[in-house]
């Protein structure tokens, strides 16, 4: 056990520099982490979140059904694709809340969150592939960022 103590000390006394920068830049990345979740907490703008609702008109009223909620990299597995979402997602307005990308990159994005969903419904799909009786409905897939009126956030 001395041995190997002496050995770490040896170690430490050569690398020290290596090993305060390290514990510098670890420090750092925690602060600037902690500084940007306050904020979008201030601001309860959570562009790193995707929200996959099922929205439904009902007897004249909009309502909402959450679905999942996870983090773009949860999602898009690829981190450029998470960014370039969060940062289509930043540049919505209130009159145009689609996420916008070129178009021939549509396919990725819809096709990352339809697989996510169809996670969700797979007992469905497994009944149907065995003929048994489900019902089946459309719907329309799409990438928005709303900030309109009653949401309390982004």
């Known amino acids: 056990m001395k041995d190997l103590i002496e050995f770490l000390i040896d170690k430490l006394d050569e690398n020290w520099v290596k090993v305060v920068v390290a514990i510098g830049f ?3 990345g925690w602060l600037v982490g902690s ?3 306050r904020r979008s907490w201030k601001r309860k703008e959570f562009y790193d979140r995707l ?3 099922l929205n439904i008109i009902r007897d004249g009223q909009l309502q909402l059904r959450t679905i999942l909620e996870k983090r773009c990299e949860e999602i898009f ?3 450029s694709a998470a960014k370039a979402v969060m940062k289509a997602a930043q540049q919505t307005t209130q009159q145009d809340p689609l996420l916008t990308f070129p178009k021939d990159q549509y396919w990725y994005f819809l096709n990352a969150v339809l697989n996510e969903i169809s996670e969700k419904f797979a007992a469905g ?3 149907r592939d065995l003929g048994k009786p489900v ?3 459309l719907y329309v897939l799409c ?3 709303e900030a309109v ?5 982004r």
């Open 26 to 28: 670890t420090l750092l």
């Open 35 to 37: 500084l940007r979740a």
């Open 51 to 53: 929200n996959v609702s």
């Open 77 to 79: 597995l690829n981190s």
């Open 125 to 127: 799909s497994m009944l």
């Open 135 to 137: 019902h089946c409905e």
């Open 143 to 145: 990438l928005t960022c």
């Open 149 to 153: 009126g009653m949401l309390r956030q």
